[in-house]
């Protein structure tokens, strides 16, 4: 992007990219739902931890339960802000279909349902400048307001002219990082553009209405911020698409876990899952000692907990650590 005044999103499509992208598309066609209550059901859900999720990332307090209340237009405690955001939320994603990927005016008009109550300028693109802090350093400055209106025209020539050409897996990513790079409202960024990812998904292949991706998103935030402001620096939209891809794929192995199976765990992968959120770093003879079974049982127990995709290793056996792979409300729910 040497020139600002022009926007030309620079990528290459690696081999790993591409054996992720047929997994993840032997993965869509092994999921099926038949049964519409079933159906509706999940859709609904998808929906919730897609808002929480998203809201989340941007430092909405509000639990996972809250936002379902609110979705199902139940009596909710909380910060007045934050109810109405995840009610400007639900609105937009409950009329996804109702959005045109392709068009600049549906992105505004989206915009505009998102940020409802917020801000003056909602619908419209920033007039002043933009960056990125953390903590009190500027870690990336925005393109100057009076160049947003070409880079986003630019950005959508670009996803129009491209659509037959590129992956809409790729394009989805390449949309996101360019549309944040640009930044072009005062606030809602980070909101739109997982919106937006979704919005591209779903009219690919309607499966992902079942695929909360913004939630697998904010369960790797940290890579997620990163995997942006690398991009930055690279000059190229790579890392972002690895992640994004990385996202899909694991999200899509959740769904397709939750539509084949209802796990059931018994007590002590409970328990190992309960010691490892108190200690990622606990040994194999730690558990062994506090559950009173064999290292033989808890390696038994842990296999499981790795087979089922809820904890995985990181590192080695000695000095290596335990991570959860599951956010905290999905914990709760596994039994």
Request: hydrophobic fraction near 35%; include cysteine.
């Amino acid at each position: 992007m040497a020139n600002i005044n022009t926007l030309k999103p620079i990528f290459y499509i690696t081999d790993d990219n591409q054996k992720i992208l047929k997994d993840i598309e032997k993965k869509l066609a092994l999921l099926s739902i038949d049964d519409p209550h079933k159906k509706r059901n999940l859709q609904t859900k998808s929906k919730v931890r897609s808002i929480y999720s998203s809201l989340a990332i941007e430092d909405n307090s509000l639990s996972l339960k809250s936002v379902e209340n609110i979705v199902e237009q139940k009596p909710t405690l909380g910060n007045r802000k934050e109810i109405q955001e995840v009610k400007n939320a639900n609105e937009l994603y409950e009329h996804i279909k109702e959005y045109n990927w392709r068009k600049e005016k549906d992105l505004l008009k989206a915009h505009t349902l998102m940020m409802k109550y917020f801000d003056d300028d909602n619908g419209y693109y920033r007039n002043h400048g933009e960056g990125v802090k953390r903590g009190k350093k500027i870690i990336f400055t925005a393109p100057e307001s009076i160049l947003v209106p070409s880079l986003m025209k630019n950005l959508f020539t670009f996803m129009n002219e491209n659509e037959n050409k590129i992956h809409p897996l790729i394009l989805a990513a390449l949309f996101h990082y360019y549309f944040v790079y640009i930044h072009p409202f005062s606030d809602g960024n980070g909101r739109m553009a997982r919106f937006w990812v979704s919005l591209i998904l779903t009219n690919w292949n309607a499966k992902f209405a079942f695929i909360p991706i913004e939630e697998e998103i904010y369960l790797r935030q940290q890579e997620y911020y990163d995997s942006i402001s690398q991009c930055h620096i690279n000059g190229n939209a790579n890392v972002f698409i690895n992640f994004l891809l990385k996202c899909i794929n694991f999200s899509l192995e959740k769904t397709t876990q939750k539509t084949t199976q209802t796990l059931k765990l018994n007590q002590n992968q409970l328990k190992i899952i309960e010691l490892i959120k108190e200690n990622s770093q606990i040994t194999r003879n730690e558990l062994a000692n506090i559950l009173h079974i064999t290292p033989d049982g808890v390696k038994y127990n842990l296999k499981k907990l790795v087979d089922y995709n809820i904890i995985e290793r990181i590192g080695p056996n000695n000095g290596g650590y335990w991570q959860l792979k599951n956010s905290k409300e999905e914990l709760e729910c596994l039994n």
